[in-house]
């Protein structure tokens, strides 16, 4: 049997309204369609959840015991919900990064504290590595990579100007000169 969890708070809504109109006007969507989920439940159940009358709608039997252990389910989902939401309003949890340790020194440790102060209840936890790493295998949630080591699934931002690179031999006297 197909468990479609918004089929089940539809069901909830309109009970608790008692009404399918203000249920789909509550929920967005049109009354017909609403009945038809409505209808679509009963079916798959095989009971018929709502008494309906052209002024009034309310539970059957089923439809009320179903409501008892159905409710404090669907409370406990919304305060899931938004918890998880406060997140975005207050981040918290580990990060992890994988950063070359150039970048590093150039990149992160700059931010660092202004980052930290404007999200303390993160914990940033950095390795360093020269060597391309698949941050999915490594378990990274974001890394720092030269352009040519991104994979090409990955969502990519620029975190510096364009950088070039250059070997200097030291071996010439006080004067560096390219190699």
């Not at 404090?72 to 997140?87: G, S, V």
């Amino acid at each position: 049997m197909k468990n479609d969890l918004g089929e089940l708070s539809a069901f909830a809504l309109v009970a608790e309204e008692r009404s399918f109109t203000r249920a789909a006007a509550r929920l967005g969507i049109s009354q017909s369609a609403l009945s038809h989920s409505i209808r679509g439940v009963e079916k798959r159940l095989g009971l018929q959840l709502l008494a309906r009358t052209t002024r009034s709608v309310s539970p059957t039997v089923a439809g009320t015991t179903l409501l008892q252990d159905l409710a404090p389910a669907l409370e406990r989902i919304d305060r899931a919900l938004a918890e998880t939401r406060k997140q975005k309003e207050n981040p918290a949890g580990r990060i992890r990064l994988i950063i070359p340790r150039t970048a590093a020194r150039m990149v992160l440790l700059p931010k660092l504290a202004q980052f930290s102060r404007r999200y303390p209840e993160i914990v940033l936890e950095v390795n360093t590595s020269n060597a391309p790493v698949d941050l999915i295998a490594g378990g990274y949630d974001a890394g720092v990579q030269l352009g040519e080591f991104i994979q090409r699934d990955m969502i990519a931002i620029r975190v510096t100007r364009e950088m070039r690179l250059a070997v200097l031999n030291g071996n010439c006297g006080s004067r560096w000169q390219l190699a």
